[in-house]
């Protein structure tokens, strides 16, 4: 077990431990927090493939300004403990049963892949996620959707607007 | 491309319209006039004069299938905008802004309906929701429009979520985003997961974002509370273009990969087929509000337009292009008129035949044509779907277009249901007063309809011309 | 030592060269983790009922904390985050500036037409208008 597995058992870890944390607080804002931390977790694991543009975009855009906007989310919903929705002993069960069997189909159905059975993510290696490959790909074949993702764009700040813009 | 850029560009125009005007009339008339040019732009398309020659990289396939859905999706909105026009301006103070949303669907359309990539589906895909997000909850100071807008908003986003899960699925398995199932050789990706699972699963994920978004069962829980609560006007748009344009990308997508989703797949679409007639026809029997009949009746439809994932052959892709005719027009003038009632529920039609003979006819033959009665177009997008299943499996489908047959008479019950209330009930309707350019319009459409059902080949001979 | 000797060669990309950063990391919150408890720990504690109360300039409070804020705030933060995604794309635009020509100017002038757009769209509108 080298250091490059050490590191990604620990941050598998703390992504799955954070992860059912965001599902447990009671507080919603423990739980944006929480999120901050699978982010963080994740963003390592990106590093650890050598993606490095995206594990910092990742920080950026999702831990930085994306969670920003979760807590005023949060702080303009008021939520307080009155308001707390009483918890259904039955919805909890079969929530639990249908995530349960997604899980296990997903499980069974990865462990019977005997293709991917014993297959290493490339680790520490690979130029695929430098900053310098994705560049050149996204501004040489993947210009098309790049122009069109700024229509998604326009359509959101117009959206913001209609819906944000006190009348 | 033309049409994708023009769409663009046509809501990048209204966008700006409604900084230097606020008059409602100048800015439904550039409206209109925009879209013309939307649609000119997509018919020269089919000449092959293009605005700008861009290199797609393969990522985007135009061809007649998709450029005649594209027409017909511009026809259908510039019906909607003669017929409907007026009332989107009364929503909100937003005017030019909803108008520059529709454009902006109009565009994830023209994507939707030329992707060869699952990076353009998905592009295509939020760019057509987002939108409609928003439309949904237009009416600000409605509490059901805010409901109705974030329950979309939210489903929509755990869709798409499922949708991106199964496209990292496909890549894992193959190495790239391209629809076609030719794995890569040369990606490391492809030699490490070139494996039998991931493909399926990845297939199965997408399937069932694309059914979340045509609306089909188990996955239409969605649909009478938004289509309940949006604003009336872009219910008439939401149900219409943008669902019918699930089918084609449902189309690109599965024509040749349909196999690849397993043996499963062989009960799979049966399946949501029945459930979706079921639920659909048989809710919609129960519903007191006309508005809320037409969500579940909606559903309804989206049984039989499920039909082409069945039968998946060239008959039931000429019955997915009539189909969504026949259901977009004369879904878009059924809705045209609702908006104009006071009244929602049933008893407030009561008696419109005898304050509005022309309406009432009018809405007779909309209503006539979703039910699938003989001499409307309705009857022959049914009958190109069915007939397209027993072209695909023989006796075998035989048992399924009985079930189909038999929901759609049940369909007769409810769609009926409006026009006795017309025509034989007494009662006062209470209906915004409508100009004569309206009732022109509305017959005009409704007499296209009756045309396509006496001439259904007319339409689809487009296609090969 | 193989590890730092890695770390410290500039021109291998790789995982490795993040270690140093890392520590930086680990070092940082180790650091406040430390000072907070060091303050707990050495620090004098009287805790009285009187202590322990909320308070302003010696005024009892009253209400929650918990007001629901104006959608201002909301509506500039959903704008900044366009405007944040639409910078993170220049990062791989200026690593290859010389390596793609004017093709790819001409795309990122292209994109960045269209935010500017937006951008003049959202101020004539006064969006970002904070008084009203």
Known sequence: MNAIEILFWLLSALAIISAMMVLLSKNPVHSVLWLIAVFFAISGHYILLNAQFLAIVNIIVYAGAIMVLFLFVIMLMNLNKESEPKRNFWRILIGIISGGSLLMILVSLIRQATEINNKNALMESGNIGLIKTLGKLLFSDYVVPFEISSVLFLSAMVGAVVIGKKE | MNAIILSALGGIVMMFTGIFTQNKIVIKNIAIITLLLLLIGNLLHFYGIYMLHVDVKDMLQFNNFGLFF????????????????????????????????????????????????????????????????????????????????????????????????????????????????????????????????????????????????????????????????????????????????????????????????GPSSRIIIPFVIIL?????????????????????????????????????????????LLYSVAYSFATIGIFAILIKMKDYTFEGYNGLAKKEPLIAAANTIFLLSLAGIPLTAGFFAKYYMLLSAIKANGQNALWLVIVAVLFAAVSVYYYFRVIQAMYFKEGNPEIATTNTSFKVILLALAAIIIFIGLFPTVVLNFLYF | MHWLLLASDATN????????????????????????????????????????????????????????????????????????????????????????????????????????????????????????
């Open chain 2, 70 to 261: 594209n027409t017909i999706a511009f026809t259908s909105t510039l019906i909607y905008f003669l017929l409907s026009g007026t009332d989107i301006t009364k929503v909100g103070i937003n005017v030019a802004e909803y108008f520059a949303l529709i454009f902006f669907v109009l565009c994830g359309v023209s994507i939707l309906t030329s992707f060869h990539n699952l990076l353009m589906l998905f592009l295509g895909i939020e760019i057509l929701s987002i939108p409609l997000y928003i439309l949904t909850g237009a009416d600000k100071k409605n509490l059901k429009s805010n409901e109705a807008a974030l329950k979309y908003f939210l489903m929509g986003s755990f869709s798409t979520g499922i949708l991106l899960m199964g496209i990292a699925l496909l890549y894992g398995a193959s190495g790239n985003f391209s629809i076609e199932s030719v794995p890569s050789t040369t990606s490391k990706v492809a030699e490490m997961a070139n494996s039998s699972i991931l493909t399926p699963l990845g297939l199965l994920f997408v399937f069932v974002a694309l059914l979340f978004k045509v609306s089909a069962a188990p996955f239409h829980f969605w649909v009478p509370d938004v289509y309940d609560g949006a604003p009336s006007v872009f219910t008439s748009f939401m149900a219409t273009i943008a669902k019918a344009v699930g089918f084609i990308a449902f189309i690109f997508l599965f024509e040749s990969r349909i196999a690849e989703l």
């Open chain 2, 276 to 320: 979706t007639l079921l639920i659909g026809n048989i809710t919609a029997v129960f519903q007191q509000s006309v508005k809320r009949m037409l969500a579940y009746s909606s559903i309804a439809q989206a049984g039989f337009m499920l039909f082409v994932l069945y039968s998946n052959n060239d008959i039931s892709s000429e019955g997915i």
């Open chain 3, 13 to 132: 990309n790789s995982a490795y060269s993040y270690f140093p950063i890392g520590i930086q990391l680990i070092f940082a919150a180790g650091f406040v983790a430390f000072m907070i408890a060091l303050s707990q720990w050495v620090g004098p504690k009287r805790k009285t009922n009187d202590k322990l109360q909320n308070f302003t300039s010696g005024i009892a409070s009253h209400g929650d904390a918990r007001q629901p804020m104006a959608i201002k705030y909301f509506l500039v933060a959903i704008l900044f985050v366009l405007f944040d995604v639409e910078v993170i794309f220049f990062y791989p635009y200026a690593v290859n500036f010389r390596e793609l020509g004017w093709a790819g100017f001409g795309a990122v002038v292209m994109f960045v037409s269209f935010f500017l757009l937006g951008f003049i769209y959202i101020i004539k509108k006064g969006a970002l208008k904070w008084e009203d």
